[in-house]
């Protein structure tokens, strides 16, 4: 895992097309933003997983 530390308004490029910005911190919640091509799935881990649960579930 790569771990990187950013303050607001500063960002993190993967893969040349997805931009990460930090929008805002509070305390220990962090506000980020995901700019990504439309073909590129982005969602919390927790959608993910019940996404990830829903297909498995499917005949």
């Not at 506000?31 to 297909?55: C, T, W």
């Amino acid at each position: 895992m790569l771990v990187l530390s950013r303050k607001k308004r500063e960002q993190i490029v993967i893969n040349d097309d997805i931009l990460v910005t930090v929008v805002d911190v509070r305390g220990d919640r962090v506000r980020l933003g995901v700019d990504a091509p439309k073909d590129v799935p982005v969602h919390r881990q927790e959608i993910h997983a019940a996404i990830k649960r829903e297909e498995a579930h499917k005949p």
